[in-house]
């Protein structure tokens, strides 16, 4: 089993969650989450007086899946979600050890 | 006594308690999340103390005959003595009536100068101050320009609706109170964004509404001197949202909602001494060019190095001081008073000055007196880790947001 987290644009969630469904992915966790990466902040002014943001709103979608899934969800987030400009965001994937569905008491894959 | 001219300033005293409230979610808008309250407190918790003080003393001390010539009124009318049916000399409307009106203007006044020290002042202290200010500031200007035997009335001052009165002295106040309490903590280094700009949207919107009372009731009749200050009340404030974001389109690329919103109230301080003296074009020009004064006013704070959190002497004290000179130059007899600099008169210009030059240097140093006394008895501002955290929990144990 493998958790994938995606940081994408906000207003890329619908197509990423959209084609996320395509291929069977049964749950996921959505998040507004501020960071930056090479795309820096952006500038706001009010009355004349300059801010630099630093952070900026960006959309975190967490899965678990099993590990078979894993190559075709990256196909899938990085065509939904790929504008061609900086700031498109990341996928990160790491090992999940346990899973357990609290209303049945199942475990790992039966859980997903 | 004219039934119409009282249910219409009757009517108008309701719209000018409606600014305050207004005021309240402009200035609120434009704090950081975490002081929206303490904010918003100082100007809902103004519409109760300023009117009781109003109500036993400051009315007398502005209104009464003179205590000291032209300068001061007496206790006369103090817990409103004496007021009652009979009309206020000069109008047909009731003594009860003109008082009441009065008393949301002695409401919206210090709460103005609330903008000043948004975000940092201790509320205890914000309290003595008001007390204060009210009787040593407010009154006594009050009395030098509608009072009764008033000086600045006297050398001929035009202010029809309280640009001395009002604006220019809550902002020499704002000036004092932003020296003297001082800068917010890590201002100039942390970002202090406004949180809510609907909110300051919608309260310069009560604001604009509320003005007609304000000027048009100021007319303190309902004839057509209340009319034309309507009407240039409104053309004005049209004229000055718009330049204010021109202005700031140009400098600096971007129109805004701010913008808008800071360029119509802009417009209504600027007209308000003038309503009621000029005519529809003249207040299009006075109101065009007080959006881009203030604007330019509030861009060359941050060169000034003081915090004047949300822009009172910007907007208020420069657009103020527009607007009284302004009506020196536009006013027109045909409208009302007398005849201004455009309409060949310069002689206008002399009293409209010195009634400026008066009132900034009065308010600004009785102002600076109580703030420092305030100071050394029982200080002026929260704590630094109270002003972390933010005045709204620290002072009212409240949030604004509970998501």
């Not at chain 2, 690329?253 to 800071?262: C, E, I, N, R, Y």
Request: glycine letters at 12%.
């Amino acid at each position: 089993m493998k958790k994938v987290e995606v940081i994408i644009k906000p207003f890329k969630l619908d197509d990423v969650k959209e084609a996320l469904s395509s291929i069977g992915v049964q749950g996921m966790t959505v998040t507004e989450v501020k960071g930056f990466g090479r795309q820096k902040g952006h500038k706001e002014i009010y009355r004349g007086a300059e801010y630099l943001v630093d952070f900026l709103p960006k959309i975190k979608v967490e899965m678990v899946v099993v590990s078979d899934l894993v190559d075709r969800i990256i196909e899938k987030v990085v065509t939904a979600a790929r504008t061609g400009t900086i700031g498109d965001g990341k996928i990160f994937v790491t090992p999940v050890e346990t899973v357990v569905r609290i209303r049945t008491g199942e475990k790992d894959a039966d859980a997903i | 006594m004219n039934a119409a001219d009282n249910a219409w300033v009757l009517a108008s005293s309701a719209l000018v308690l409606l600014m305050t409230p207004g005021l309240a979610m402009f200035y609120g808008g434009m704090t950081r999340s975490k002081n929206v309250l303490s904010t918003m407190m100082h100007s809902f918790f103004l519409m109760g103390l300023a009117s009781i003080v109003w109500m036993f003393w400051g009315f007398s001390l502005a209104f009464a005959p003179d205590a000291i010539k032209g300068y001061v009124g007496g206790l006369q009318f103090f817990a409103l003595a004496g007021v009652g049916g009979e009309p206020w000399p000069d109008t047909t409307i009731p003594t009860t009536t003109f008082m009441i009106f009065q008393c949301m203007f002695a409401v919206i006044t210090p709460a103005l100068i609330s903008g000043a020290f948004a975000e940092r002042m201790k509320f205890s202290s914000f309290i003595v101050f008001m007390v204060l200010w009210l009787t040593f500031v407010y009154s006594p200007v009050c009395h030098w320009v509608w009072g009764p035997g008033g000086w600045l009335a006297e050398l001929g001052a035009l202010d029809f609706a309280g640009g001395t009165v009002v604006h220019i002295n809550s902002a020499a106040a704002a000036l004092a109170c932003a020296l003297i309490v001082g800068k917010r903590k890590g201002y100039g280094t942390a970002p202090m964004i406004p949180h809510n700009l609907t909110l300051t949207l919608l309260g310069a919107g009560l604001l604009w509404f509320g003005w007609f009372g304000f000027n048009a009731g100021s007319a303190l009749s309902a004839d057509e001197s209340a009319a034309m200050a309507f009407v240039v009340t409104h053309m004005a404030t049209a004229a000055a949202a718009m330049s204010w974001v021109f202005a700031e389109w140009i400098i600096r690329g971007k129109p805004t909602t701010l913008g808008v919103a800071s360029g119509a109230v802009a417009g209504l301080v600027a007209i308000t001494p003038a309503a009621g003296f000029v005519g529809p074009v003249s207040a299009v020009l006075l109101g065009a060019v007080a959006g881009v004064v203030c604007y330019l006013a509030v861009l060359a704070k941050s060169r000034l190095g003081y915090d004047d959190s949300l822009d009172v002497v910007g907007i208020h004290g420069v657009g103020g001081t527009w607007g009284a000179i302004a009506t020196g130059l536009f006013a027109s007899k045909a409208i009302g008073g007398t005849d201004g600099l455009f309409f060949g008169n310069a002689a206008q210009m002399g009293p409209q000055i010195i009634a400026v030059a008066a009132v900034i240097v009065y308010s600004f140093v009785v102002s600076a007196i109580i703030l420092y006394v305030i100071k050394a008895v029982m200080g002026l501002r929260v704590t630094e880790e109270d002003e972390e955290t933010g005045v709204d929990t620290s002072a009212h144990g409240e949030t604004g947001y509970n998501l």
